[in-house]
């Protein structure tokens, strides 16, 4: 069973879509949890960090249950600029600070 | 002020042959982790740099060596080039080791291809 694992995708919507993604964790010991986005050929960017009470940035929110191991991303108002993969990423922070992440998944957001 | 840079951005090798890929952290960052990632797949730790050593280690062979050099700046040597090798080589910088920040900034890459 992977460490970290989402639905590849890719998810095809229209502009102005609400888009929400999911992704499941293995290891209980995780303690930090990421969202990062990354165009194509280009390097993963920190799009938000994910809290235990939830957050939100704009048109995204990122939520975490830790019972469950499962963290999702809901995007609203798609955007043609949001069209990128997507990836899950946790730290299981036993001292050392080495991301795992998911495979990530695809969107492509149409006119 | 200068985020993640690495060298060169593209590099292409023969199976057998050894290769040095390079990273300069962003500026304040003194930790340097790698990550190795394959066409549709996300990035896979390498190692993780600190204070000149190696810190953490990821599943990878011992053909996989790395070194950080006073300045911070490390490097990524791979030796007995595999076809399995080809891949984007991402290197990742992060603040401080002492405040225990785990958001990692990446460069944009080296696109190695072993034929």
């Known amino acids: 069973r992977k460490e970290v694992e989402q639905d590849p995708g890719p998810f095809n919507v229209p502009e102005g879509a609400t888009v929400a993604f999911n992704c499941t964790y293995s290891?209980?010991?995780?303690?930090?949890f990421f969202w990062y986005r990354q165009d194509c050929r280009k390097e993963p960017k920190l799009l938000m960090s994910?809290?235990?009470s939830g957050n939100e940035d704009g048109r995204f929110t990122a939520q975490l249950n830790r019972a469950s191991q499962y963290i999702s991303l809901l995007i609203r108002d798609s955007k043609l600029s949001d069209s990128a993969t997507y990836l899950c990423?946790?730290?299981?922070?036993?001292?050392?600070?080495?991301?795992?992440f998911g495979s990530g998944t695809r969107l492509q957001v149409q006119p | 002020d200068a985020g993640v840079t690495q060298s060169p951005t593209h590099l292409i090798k023969t199976r057998g042959q050894q290769v040095t890929l390079r990273c300069s952290p962003k500026s304040g960052h003194d930790t340097v982790s790698w990550y190795q990632q394959a066409l549709g797949q996300g990035p896979q730790f390498i190692f993780q740099y600190y204070e000149e050593e190696e810190r953490q280690r990821g599943n990878f062979p011992d053909r996989f060596s790395g070194h950080q050099f006073p300045n911070y700046s490390s490097e990524l040597n791979v030796n007995a080039l595999l076809l399995g090798d080809s891949a984007l080589y991402l290197c990742?910088?992060?603040?401080?080791?002492?405040?225990?920040?785990?958001?990692?900034?990446f460069g944009p890459g080296t696109r190695l291809t072993v034929l």
């Open positions: 990742a910088s992060s603040g401080r080791w002492s405040s225990g920040s785990d958001e990692q900034f």
């Open positions: 994910v809290y235990s």
């Open positions: 990423v946790v730290n299981v922070n036993t001292g050392r600070r080495a991301l795992t």
């Open positions: 290891n209980s010991a995780s303690q930090s």
